[in-house]
């Protein structure tokens, strides 16, 4: 073998460093924490795939639940809505390629 494989060195190093050996689906509050650190380290609310791909996904995902509560793949709710609205999050944005 290549040395591509966990050694014990590497394991511990990936614990000392708070790797997550079990990720887990991230929750709507999840998402809100990161959308503040967004902010916080950009000043802006404008995630695009390049800065974030995951967040960006996340974003589009909550403006198309809001224009289309019956198709969309994310849950909608007056909750949501008001949480993001809180951020200073742009409902209008089109989608962000760069």
């Known amino acids: 073998?290549?040395?591509?494989?966990?050694?014990?060195?590497?394991?511990?190093?990936?614990?000392?460093?708070?790797?997550?050996?079990?990720?887990?689906?991230?929750?709507?509050?999840?998402?809100?924490?990161?959308?503040?650190?967004?902010?916080?380290?950009?000043?802006?609310?404008?995630?695009?795939?390049?800065?974030?791909?995951?967040?960006?996904?996340f974003c589009n995902s909550m403006r198309e639940a809001r224009r289309n509560p019956a198709s969309g793949r994310m849950i909608i709710t007056k909750e949501r809505i008001k949480a993001l609205d809180d951020l200073g999050f742009g409902w209008g944005a089109k989608r962000m390629s760069k």
Request: proline content about 4%.
């Open 1 to 57: 073998m290549g040395g591509s494989f966990l050694t014990p060195a590497r394991i511990n190093e990936l614990d000392e460093l708070g790797f997550e050996w079990l990720a887990r689906p991230k929750t709507f509050e999840d998402h809100i924490a990161q959308l503040k650190e967004f902010k916080e380290l950009h000043g802006h609310l404008r995630v695009t795939l390049a800065l974030d791909r995951k967040l960006a996904a």
